[in-house]
T-cell receptor, first 114, second 115 residues
Framework: AQSVTQLDSQVPVFEEAPVELRCNYSSSVSVYLFWYVQYPNQGLQLLLKYLSGSTLVKGINGFEAEFNKSQTSFHLRKPSVHISDTAEYFCAVIKNTGFQKLVFGTGTRLLVSP | DTGVSQDPRHKITKRGQNVTFRCDPISEHNRLYWYRQTLGQGPEFLTYFQNEAQLEKSRLLSDRFSAERPKGSFSTLEIQRTEQGDSAMYLC?????????????FGPGTRLTVT
């Protein structure tokens, strides 16, 4: 089975500061990795995904993430955040064989203040 | 781009009543997923359809839950004899194909409150 750990339930940060949201996963098989964002009263939107190849993945809204297989991590970063980035961020994995369902972490709330 | 739509957006019901939610996926998507999200948690997989066939069901889906996707288009999720523990956001997603190669597009969700 797969599992995802997001240790930080909430990350407060000032506008224009850099931010890193941490994600660690556990799986006995190879997985694909994702970051989703959820704005209040909305569904989830895909930020970026890692399938294979370069371990540094760039996504929408200036976000990027780095896959580290040895540390089983997929941390999300942004060099300079905006107020509009305030949202819930979910890391998710999906195994790359057999039936494939998304397994989500518990989420990290990013709070950007002026 | 109409996206995935869900109806209703909010539902308040009394314990013991039955409720039904509807999901309209993106029209060309043959795969449809239902997830449940409780407060402070990430979404959890409930069930999955490929066209009209329900291929996977989570153990979270008790006998009181039933899902259908007639003709491989829209889907309904029914909860019978609701309990307070059923209060959650129910999310629907659709994709063009299976696995991580195909993005799952999520709807806005139906928030269920059982009083």
């Amino acid at each position: 089975a797969q599992s995802v750990t997001q240790l930080d339930s909430q990350v407060p940060v000032f506008e224009e500061a850099p931010v890193e949201l941490r994600c660690n996963y556990s799986s006995s098989v190879s997985v694909y990795l994702f970051w989703y964002v959820q704005y209040p009263n909305q569904g989830l939107q895909l930020l970026l995904k890692y399938l294979s190849g370069s371990t540094l993945v760039k996504g929408i809204n200036g976000f990027e993430a780095e896959f580290n297989k040895s540390q089983t991590s997929f941390h999300l970063r942004k060099p300079s955040v905006h107020i509009s980035d305030t949202a819930e961020y979910f890391c998710a994995v999906i195994k790359n064989t057999g039936f494939q369902k998304l397994v989500f972490g518990t989420g990290t709330r990013l709070l950007v203040s002026p | 781009d109409t996206g995935v739509s869900q109806d209703p957006r909010h539902k308040i019901t009394k314990r013991g009543q039955n409720v039904t939610f509807r999901c309209d996926p993106i029209s060309e998507h043959n795969r449809l997923y239902w997830y449940r999200q409780t407060l402070g948690q990430g979404p959890e997989f409930l069930t999955y359809f490929q066209n009209e066939a329900q291929l996977e069901k989570s153990r979270l889906l008790s006998d009181r839950f039933s899902a259908e996707r007639p003709k491989g288009s829209f889907s309904t999720l029914e909860i019978q004899r609701t309990e307070q523990g059923d209060s959650a956001m129910y999310l629907c997603a659709s994709s063009l194909g299976g696995g991580g190669l195909y993005e799952q597009y999520f709807g806005p969700g139906t928030r269920l409150t059982v009083t």
